[in-house]
């Protein structure tokens, strides 16, 4: 675990192009030719490495970035996806069916809490929504019928961390699957190391940060990822969320640089996140000693990636997140945009947004107030500008003293 670096196992991947290109081919087919039939054959069978058959089920692209990838997170293979929800949906399917049942954290991705919620029990499967971060309640909430123990690192939008390693042993001891949705904390936590049996991102995020694509991976064993493109009851192969192989091979080249990017972004996050704090503005980030998975993010991160480039800032009202939002917007400190990993700051109120998904009254009971705005804090060279800028912005809207 101690000698497991994400980014020296990207840097390390070597390519030998076609032609001799420092970047391997961008494979451009649909389907492969064989010079035998017997060899298509065994292709379908899935026993022929290094053979192609149809680009759904692989193409070369794709198996350069599911490498990259796996190596990432320390995983014996991956799957690429057209975007995260398509690597999160086919990957609890392939897990659960009709009758089986989900523990999940109440706190994630809107998209993943509206499939659970609303799309997976017209197929039978149930899910329990709990605090992840208590232990006890997750184990209290599994039944003889669950599968699956899903939860997100890094909690979209209040930084909630989860205990990976805690959470796994209560899914070894339950003999249930732990689904990690790792797309916040990229290289800075590694959920393979600590026990997770499948991770996911979304790679529209930081790992292509440059948001001109959504892309996904599901990261696991070879075996669950074969199980997932199989070619009789494989979920990605048979509902097609395939990324295409142009898409993958631009992927390929952003994942080079997450490393200097990450550093970065968490830099940038931190230096405000403090900033804010001593202001007297509410600030959620989980590098401050104030953020209650302070402890728990700090034995569980590689430390040289930080605590990652989100934060949220509490400025009381709807009103006044909204009107700060434009403000800083006009004053080109960033977009008022969803989605995060961005190279400059991205800003949104989840709670009329990206969470919008999760009914008010659960919104309060999370903690998701109305004021409420969340960061993903760009890769600004020059922080303490920034700092400033947005201060500004504040003393303007008599946010700030
Ligand atoms: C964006 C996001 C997703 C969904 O990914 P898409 O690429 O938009 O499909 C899933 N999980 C988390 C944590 C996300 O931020």
Same mark, same amino acid.
Not at 106 to 118: D, P, S
Not at 133 to 150: F, S
Not at 282 to 304: A, C, D, Q, R
Not at 319 to 324: I, P, S
């Given at each position: ?30 389907? #492969?030719?064989?010079?035998?039939? =017997? ?24 198996? #350069? ?45 809107? &998209? ?12 039978? +499967? ?10 006890? @309640? ?8 669950? =599968?699956?123990? #899903?939860? !997100? ?46 991770? +996911?991102?979304?790679?529209?995020? *930081? ?23 199989? @070619? ?27 490393? +200097? ?12 996140? !403090?900033?804010?704090? =001593?202001? !007297?503005?509410?600030?959620? #980030?989980? &590098? ?16 040289? *990636? ?28 960033? *977009? ?36 409420? +705005? ?28």
């Amino acid at each position: 675990m101690k000698n497991f670096n994400p980014a020296d196992n990207i840097q390390d991947l070597q390519y030998f192009g076609e032609f001799g290109g420092v970047n391997p081919s961008i494979s451009d087919s649909s389907t #492969y030719t064989f010079l035998s039939a =017997k060899t298509m054959f065994d292709t379908f069978e899935g026993n022929m490495e290094g053979c192609y058959l149809y680009s759904r089920h692989s193409s070369p692209s794709n198996l #350069y970035l599911d490498k990259a990838l796996a190596a990432m997170e320390g995983t014996e293979t991956a799957n690429v996806s057209a975007s995260g929800m398509g690597a999160i949906t086919p990957t609890l399917l392939q897990l659960c069916g009709s009758g089986d049942h989900i523990v999940s954290s109440r706190t994630i991705y809107g &998209g993943t809490y509206a499939f659970l919620k609303n799309f997976t029990p017209r197929l039978g +499967i149930k899910t329990t929504f709990v605090d992840i971060t208590k232990l006890e @309640v997750v184990e209290a909430a599994i039944t003889a019928e669950t =599968k699956v123990l #899903y939860c !997100e690192t890094v909690s979209n939008p209040l930084l909630e961390v989860a205990d990976i390693e805690g959470l796994s042993k209560i899914a070894k001891r339950h003999n249930l699957k732990l689904v990690v949705d790792n797309t916040f904390s990229p290289l800075s936590v590694s959920p393979a190391k600590l026990g997770a049996d499948i991770v +996911i991102h979304s790679l529209t995020k *930081y790992i292509n940060g440059s948001s001109d694509t959504v892309g996904g991976v599901t990261c696991a064993s070879q075996e669950f990822i074969d199980s997932l493109k199989n @070619v009789n009851s494989g979920a990605s192969m048979l509902l097609g969320p395939t990324m295409d192989s142009l898409r993958s091979a631009s992927v390929m080249k952003n994942l080079r640089t997450l490393h +200097i990017r990450m550093k970065q972004h968490s830099h940038n996050a931190m230096y405000l996140a !403090e900033r804010f704090e =001593k202001d !007297e503005i509410k600030t959620v #980030y989980p &590098g401050l000693k104030s953020h209650p998975s302070h402890e728990i993010y700090k034995s569980m991160i590689n430390p040289e *990636y930080g605590f990652g480039g989100m934060m949220t800032l509490d400025v009381g009202t709807l009103v006044k997140a909204n009107a700060l939002m434009e403000l800083m917007q006009a004053k080109n400190l960033g *977009y008022l945009a969803v989605s995060l990993g961005f190279y400059k700051t991205l800003f949104s109120a989840p709670g009329t947004s990206t969470s919008s998904e999760i009914p008010l009254e659960e919104q309060i009971e999370m903690g998701l107030t109305d004021g409420l +705005i969340r960061f993903s804090i760009g890769l600004d060279n020059d922080i303490e500008r920034t700092y400033q800028s947005m201060k500004v912005c504040m003393m303007e809207l008599n946010l700030l003293k």
